[in-house]
């Protein structure tokens, strides 16, 4: 449970966004008639965006937009947004079991951050921390570093609550959304952001119950 002075991240990557411009003006709604879209559209790209919402407060923290989504995307992310709050005294992320959320360079960021000496962290593949995913995840992990990550159970990304945000993205914005690039579809997802968290963010308050699926 964070105390004051931390903060609870759920983080993820939306990948593969597609700038899609559509060739033609679609039909307006009318009497009787639902709004008409054009099928046909010009491909304009791909982005990846890793995302922060911020648990306690429903916010969109950190927002960071590329081509690509590597190891030192990531790390370069999670440096960004621990630098961008320095009164924080602890954070904790919550994210899935990628390799890249694992990686060695994340190891040597958190140990650095956590006054971990390097001496005890290994050779990556062969010995020490750095010796496999589940030694550098089980680090990672550990509850008295500055900066904790959780992972959520194989195949059950769904538990983190960033993917309701991004749910909520692609139906008021990308689905129905007609981009003319990938820095017009890059600025459309940050106003959007702007938009969200002036009139729309809040704490997301979990419905499941946790009932015992049927036999």
């Given amino acids: ?110 140990a650095a951050e956590s006054d971990v000496d390097n001496t005890e962290l290994g050779v990556k593949g062969q010995s020490g921390i750095l010796k496999s995913m589940k030694s550098r995840a089980e680090f990672l992990n550990q509850p008295d570093h500055r900066i904790v990550f959780y992972y959520t159970p194989k195949h059950a990304s769904w538990m983190n609550q960033i993917q309701i945000w991004f749910s909520i993205l692609a139906r008021k914005l990308l689905k129905r959304g007609n981009f003319s690039s990938v820095d017009d579809l890059m600025a459309k997802v940050l106003a959007f952001i702007d938009y969200y968290n002036l009139s729309m963010a809040k704490p997301f308050k979990w419905t499941y119950k946790g009932k015992a699926l049927a036999a």
Avoid at 54 to 67: D, H, L, Y
């Fill in 1 to 110: 449970m964070a105390t004051q002075n931390e903060k609870v991240i759920s983080n993820d990557e939306l990948t593969g966004v597609q700038a899609l411009e559509r060739k033609h003006p679609g039909l307006p709604l009318r009497s009787g008639k639902v709004e008409r879209r054009e099928f046909e559209y010009i491909r304009h790209g791909t982005l990846c965006f890793i995302v922060n919402f911020e648990v306690a407060t429903g916010q969109i923290g950190q927002v960071s937009c590329g081509p690509t989504r590597t190891e030192q995307d990531f790390l370069t992310h999670i440096q960004a947004t621990v630098a961008a709050d320095p009164t924080v005294i602890r954070w904790h992320f919550v994210t899935d079991n990628l390799n890249t959320h694992q990686s060695e360079s994340l190891v040597r960021f958190v």
